[in-house]
């Protein structure tokens, strides 16, 4: 028997409600802020996310599934949401629309990664960007949107990290401390760091390996090198983030996977697993646009993973909204019968009601029991009779008790729930 490759996981119809319910949210809520939806396709040219996310990161080196089309050219599943975005804003023009433009979107992402328990290989992501604004509020807007949204779905127990990792002025000298203080301690550190200390030597401070964090802790801190512009930028934000009440913390350690984040970066983790499963994170990406090929636009973002944020509300028991079960079972007996039973259906979804059909020919009792194992509230019995008179036995599924009604009464009943 085939099965799903590994890492990539079906969402079965038992997931419906706690799916829909987040889809439902962060629509809700990016609306709330402004932001219009957008999807970009599965797949890109691969330069997009070598340019883009950077040669030097995990994702590039390791994780891609890129491929050759029949046409020869490179192509490669979306490994994450914000250049595609960012794509496409350039592609549209969207610079010439008002800034910033508010996009959000709810994407299946790809990465060749080691599938562990919330690690997948497809995965999706609720994400949102906010382009063309280099304003510290922005950030703090962005910040609260993320916050807000956990606090909507009723997830709680969650922390919100903040850092800042400066800009192209000021980061070059503090990435140089940096490799100065790690070269010191380079016994200590794993293979993963040694190799990482010369191409991007700010991955070490997130290792998490643990001789590797120890290291870490003592190591020069992004926010003490900050130019006089992203100190302010940084400062600001802080200021912003307490006029909101949001309760945040700063981690000095906290830099992202991803090479093009600039100054501020994020993150919202569970208070009790730690940063391995962090439930979603962002920052600002204030090259990327100019990195595709548009001019300077400062912009930030943020993705949290679906699955996720689907395992949270389980495992703290936030009662979803059901879906709605069938609300009418339509049986029917004897061939003449089978064409009315048809149409009613038909009728009763017109009407709004979810409604199902006998199939197959089954014995009436089969039919009462499938409606029973089906959920359906209210079953209506077709047979000979019932089409001479009119009058349909009408079945309550939760006490058994039947009664005759015209179709009229009966579009009553079921609409009032009675
Ligand atoms: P990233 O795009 O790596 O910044 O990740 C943002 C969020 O996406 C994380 O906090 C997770 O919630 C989720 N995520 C990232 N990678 C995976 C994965 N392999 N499987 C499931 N969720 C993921």
Redesign the pocket.
């Known amino acids: 028997m085939i099965q799903a490759p590994r ?1 990539a996981s079906d969402i079965l119809p038992e997931d419906e409600a706690h799916w829909t319910f987040v889809e439902s949210v962060a629509a809700e809520v990016s609306h709330l802020y402004g932001y219009r939806r957008i999807e970009t396709p599965v797949f890109e040219d691969t330069g997009l996310f070598t340019r883009g996310v950077g040669e030097e990161t995990d ?1 590039v080196q390791k994780e891609m599934y890129t491929f050759q089309d029949r046409g020869g050219n490179s192509l490669t599943l979306r490994p ?2 914000t250049a595609p975005v960012c794509r496409a804003y350039l592609e549209h023009g969207m610079q010439n629309l008002p800034q910033p433009v508010k996009l959000f979107y709810l994407s299946s ?1 790809y ?1 060749y ?1 080691r599938p562990q328990a ?4 497809a ?1 999706h ?1 609720f994400g949102f960007e906010a382009i063309g604004e280099a304003d510290p509020a922005l950030d703090a807007e962005v910040i609260d949107m993320s916050w807000q949204f956990y606090r909507k779905l009723g997830i709680g127990a969650l922390h919100l990290v903040l850092n800042s990792i400066g800009c192209k002025v000021c980061r070059p000298a503090y990435l140089a401390k940096l490799r100065d203080y790690f070269q010191n301690c380079q016994g200590g550190l794993c293979q993963d760091c040694k190799g990482r200390l010369e191409r991007n030597p700010l991955r070490l401070l997130d290792c998490k390996n643990e001789a590797c964090q120890g290291l870490a802790a003592g190591a020069p801190r992004s926010v003490d090198h900050l130019c006089p512009e992203c100190s302010a930028h940084f400062e600001q934000l802080k200021r912003h983030l307490s006029s909101l009440e949001l309760p945040f913390e700063i981690n000095n350690c906290l830099v ?3 090479d093009y984040y600039t100054r501020t970066v994020f ?2 983790q569970p208070e009790i697993e730690g940063s391995q ?6 920052g600002r990406y204030d090259y990327l646009i100019e990195e595709l090929g548009g001019k300077p636009t400062p912009a930030l973002g943020f ?3 679906m ?3 689907v395992d949270n509300l389980k495992k703290q028991n936030v009662a979803v909204p059901p879906v709605p079960p069938a609300r009418v079972y339509v049986a029917w007996l004897g061939e003449p019968a089978a064409e009315s039973a048809l149409q009613l259906a038909a009728r009763l979804r017109l009407e709004g009601i979810p409604a199902l059909q006998g199939l197959g020919g089954k014995s009436l009792k089969a039919q009462l029991r499938q409606a029973n194992s089906l959920g359906a509230r209210y079953a209506v019995i077709i047979g000979e009779e019932e089409l001479k008179t009119g009058l349909l036995p009408f079945r309550d599924m939760t006490n058994s008790e039947q009664h005759l009604v015209h179709l009229p009464e009966l579009l009553e009943a079921v609409r009032s729930g009675k």
């Open positions: 890492g994702i994450e949401g992402l990465r990664e919330g690690r997948y290989r995965f992501q992202r996977g991803l993150e919202v499963s962090t439930v979603g994170g962002g993705a949290t993973g699955e996720r944020i």
